[in-house]
């Protein structure tokens, strides 16, 4: 019998984006998880941001670091 999954999780280098109310976790056939910026497009951000987000004029913090994240 197979291990149950974890929903994935945030990577630790995700940097603002994991705290934004615009990230998505996205997650490939492969496994690999990705963030996804749904900002608006007139801010012009790139969809999938270069990890991590330092600075970004557009981060709206909507929750509090997720729990299983693991640093
Ligand atoms: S708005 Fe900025 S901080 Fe928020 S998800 Fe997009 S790139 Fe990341």
């Known amino acids: 019998m197979p291990a149950p999954q974890r929903p994935p999780a945030y990577p630790p280098d995700a940097g603002l984006c994991r ?27 790139n969809k999938y941001p270069r990890l991590p987000v330092l600075q970004c004029a557009v981060f709206t913090p909507n929750r509090p670091r997720p729990k299983d994240d693991v640093e």
């Open 19 to 45: 705290a934004c109310l615009h990230s998505r976790l996205v997650l490939s056939a492969r496994g690999s998880v990705f963030i996804l910026c749904a900002a608006p497009p007139e801010h012009g951000l």
